[in-house]
């Protein structure tokens, strides 16, 4: 099975700091995304990434950067956090076919205060 | 944006009845895909329907889709406790394994 890791299942920052949320996947998925959630608003797109060094920007990107080094690794970062800013944050991973669906990881919820 | 939405809201039920929710979508979509979120956890993907297809099954569940009116339902049969989760629809609008979701339908099955 495929297993897409965060690495933090709770997080609380402060206003104004730098916030790096990581997510690693073991099955070689071409594709990574990068969502947030927030009740009442479903699953909003931040970035995806179709291969290393790539990346696109999704629906919300402001105030969001991505980094993606190594095939495995796909780094979503808060360069000053914001109240706002606190949702939970999914990551996800595919083969990168036509067909083939979202591997989710178990999600980091992230305070901002 | 080209976000989905799920209908009803939230949905609730008794054990062994059936549960049947509702997606909406905006654009052309190559497939349509449903998700299961049980509480404070990530999405586990549980079926795919292409854009040719009209109908799928897969255990107790089963999709329609109705590409001309850009619709889609999922339907859980004799319902469980263990079905008590939140439900998406997922889908792929043509621009190259790019997902965009609904709003969610939250389903309780009381027991």
């Known amino acids: 099975d495929v297993k897409v890791t965060q690495s933090s299942r709770y997080l609380v920052k402060r206003t104004g700091e730098k916030v790096f949320l990581e997510c690693v996947q073991d099955m070689d998925h071409e594709n990574m995304f990068w969502y947030r959630q927030d009740p009442g608003l479903g699953l909003r797109l931040i970035y995806f990434s179709y291969d290393v060094k790539m990346k696109e920007k999704g629906d919300i990107p402001e105030g969001y950067s991505v980094s993606r080094e190594k095939k495995e690794r796909f780094s979503l970062i808060l360069e000053s956090a914001s109240t706002n800013q606190t949702s939970m944050y999914l990551c996800?991973?595919?083969?990168?076919?036509?067909?083939?669906?979202?591997?989710f990881g178990n999600g980091t919820r992230l305070t901002v205060t | 944006s080209q976000q989905g939405e799920e209908d009803p809201q939230a949905l609730s039920i008794q054990e062994g009845e059936n549960a049947t929710m509702n997606c909406s979508y905006k654009t052309s979509i190559n497939n349509l895909q449903w998700y299961r979120q049980n509480s404070g956890r990530g999405l586990v993907h549980l079926i795919l329907?292409?854009?040719?297809?009209r109908e799928k099954h897969s255990g107790r569940l089963r999709v329609t889709l109705d590409t001309s009116k850009k619709s889609s339902s999922l339907l859980i049969t004799a319902s469980r406790a263990a079905d008590t989760a939140s439900y998406f629809c997922a889908t792929d609008p043509n621009t190259g394994n790019q997902f965009y979701f609904g709003t969610g339908t939250s389903l309780t099955v009381i027991p």
């Open positions: 996800a991973s595919s083969l990168g076919t036509y067909d083939s669906p979202l591997h």
């Open positions: 329907i292409r854009s040719n297809e």
